[in-house]
């Protein structure tokens, strides 16, 4: 392998039926200071069945080209096809970054395709940057139980290839007056060589889909909600905010929520414009999934609580008489 062969930054687009994903268009933003840095370019791959509104969401962000893959293979995600395309891909261009949401089909995605080329792979990355010295990208992520960071370099092979934590960098407003260059190939995977088939969707939690990673608005709630029967008060707030429901780790184990609202090193990372902690201590672990948030708000009623110090607005009180005010506030400015 000769490394000066490759260049290019390539951001994996993740869609979900058709859909980009944000995380690939804060991906894209985060791309462009690497290519720019390099003198290089930044290049979406999108891979699924129509993705003709794909293709311009991504140039509206950022990207310098597309390469688009479509098949009614691809409709859904599976392993065997994503991965096939995308090896056969990076053989023919030979990027030399490829950056990968790490969502659950991204963390599937980056390793297949960084074992079958043989390179490697910086997993569940929170900061991106180009080291000055050998111009390689410095990936930086939590270890040791979130004790300290560590930042990787990729020298000896090719591409470098990292997935990325959803909410961590923010996405480009988007220019649609934008144009790019849209490269359409041709890749088969034959049905035989899928292994898997999605037989349907079933919603988690009866009807409610916990999307943390893309919502607007979180409302969190810990372990000062006291017990379970307390989250209705956070899912109140939620409700009249239209927002998502979030918890610390500390409701999640006590069983009060389940773990798909987790928030937090070993849960999503979030990154809303809106973020409302309550009757949660800010634990280093809990803030690893939430500081990137635009605007903090904390309820808790000990004011040396972490948690205060990082946000923009404390409010130092019982959240059981702050939070049913808050929801009477804002149903009255609704109205
Ligand atoms: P506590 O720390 O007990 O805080 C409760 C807060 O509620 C206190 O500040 C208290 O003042 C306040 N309070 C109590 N009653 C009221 C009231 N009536 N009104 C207002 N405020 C009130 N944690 C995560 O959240 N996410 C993770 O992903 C995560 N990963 C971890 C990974 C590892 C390897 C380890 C070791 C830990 C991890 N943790 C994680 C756990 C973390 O260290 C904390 O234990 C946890 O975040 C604490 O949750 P909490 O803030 O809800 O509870």
């Given at each position: 392998m000769n490394i000066k062969d490759y260049k290019n930054v390539w951001v994996f687009i993740e869609t979900a039926r058709d859909e980009v994903k944000r995380v690939g268009l804060e991906l894209l933003n985060q791309g462009r200071i690497l290519a720019d840095a390099n003198d290089e370019k930044l290049i979406a791959v999108v891979i699924g069945r129509h993705l003709d509104a794909a293709a311009q969401s991504v140039i509206a962000h950022g990207a310098d080209e597309v390469i688009v893959v479509e098949g009614e293979e691809y409709a859904d995600y599976n392993t065997d096809g994503y991965t096939n395309v995308m090896v056969k891909l990076v053989e023919k261009y030979k990027p030399s970054v490829i950056l990968i949401g790490a969502t659950n089909n991204g963390r599937d995605l980056g390793p297949r395709v960084s074992c079958r080329l043989a390179t490697g792979l910086t997993a569940d990355c929170t900061g991106l940057e180009i080291n000055e010295e050998t111009r390689d990208v410095a990936w930086t992520r939590p270890a040791f139980g979130g004790n300290l960071m560590a930042t990787i370099l990729c020298s000896a092979t090719r591409p470098q290839i990292g997935t990325v934590r959803p909410g961590v960098f923010k996405k480009a407003q988007p220019d649609f007056a934008r144009t790019a260059n849209i490269i359409r190939e041709e890749i088969k995977t034959p049905a035989?060589?899928?292994?898997?088939?999605?037989v349907g969707f079933i919603k988690a939690?009866?009807?409610?889909?916990?999307?943390l990673e893309e919502a607007e608005i979180i409302v969190s709630g810990g372990r000062g909600l006291g017990k379970p029967e307390n989250f209705a008060c956070i899912r109140e707030l939620a409700e009249v905010l239209e927002a998502t429901v979030g918890a610390s780790r500390a409701a999640v184990d006590a069983g009060w929520i389940s773990p798909l609202h987790q928030v937090g090193q070993t849960g999503k990372t979030v990154g809303p414009k809106i973020y409302i902690a309550c009757g949660i201590s800010g634990a280093i672990q809990h803030l690893a999934g939430m500081s990137s948030s635009d605007i903090i708000v904390a309820i808790n009623?000990?004011?040396?609580?972490?948690i205060l110090g990082v946000a923009d607005y404390g409010i130092v009180g019982d959240l059981f008489e702050v939070v049913p005010v808050l929801i009477e506030e804002i149903k009255k400015i609704k109205t």
């Amino acid at each position: 392998m000769n490394i000066k062969d490759y260049k290019n930054v390539w951001v994996f687009i993740e869609t979900a039926r058709d859909e980009v994903k944000r995380v690939g268009l804060e991906l894209l933003n985060q791309g462009r200071i690497l290519a720019d840095a390099n003198d290089e370019k930044l290049i979406a791959v999108v891979i699924g069945r129509h993705l003709d509104a794909a293709a311009q969401s991504v140039i509206a962000h950022g990207a310098d080209e597309v390469i688009v893959v479509e098949g009614e293979e691809y409709a859904d995600y599976n392993t065997d096809g994503y991965t096939n395309v995308m090896v056969k891909l990076v053989e023919k261009y030979k990027p030399s970054v490829i950056l990968i949401g790490a969502t659950n089909n991204g963390r599937d995605l980056g390793p297949r395709v960084s074992c079958r080329l043989a390179t490697g792979l910086t997993a569940d990355c929170t900061g991106l940057e180009i080291n000055e010295e050998t111009r390689d990208v410095a990936w930086t992520r939590p270890a040791f139980g979130g004790n300290l960071m560590a930042t990787i370099l990729c020298s000896a092979t090719r591409p470098q290839i990292g997935t990325v934590r959803p909410g961590v960098f923010k996405k480009a407003q988007p220019d649609f007056a934008r144009t790019a260059n849209i490269i359409r190939e041709e890749i088969k995977t034959p049905a035989e060589e899928i292994r898997t088939k999605l037989v349907g969707f079933i919603k988690a939690e009866g009807d409610v889909v916990v999307n943390l990673e893309e919502a607007e608005i979180i409302v969190s709630g810990g372990r000062g909600l006291g017990k379970p029967e307390n989250f209705a008060c956070i899912r109140e707030l939620a409700e009249v905010l239209e927002a998502t429901v979030g918890a610390s780790r500390a409701a999640v184990d006590a069983g009060w929520i389940s773990p798909l609202h987790q928030v937090g090193q070993t849960g999503k990372t979030v990154g809303p414009k809106i973020y409302i902690a309550c009757g949660i201590s800010g634990a280093i672990q809990h803030l690893a999934g939430m500081s990137s948030s635009d605007i903090i708000v904390a309820i808790n009623k000990d004011p040396d609580a972490p948690i205060l110090g990082v946000a923009d607005y404390g409010i130092v009180g019982d959240l059981f008489e702050v939070v049913p005010v808050l929801i009477e506030e804002i149903k009255k400015i609704k109205t």
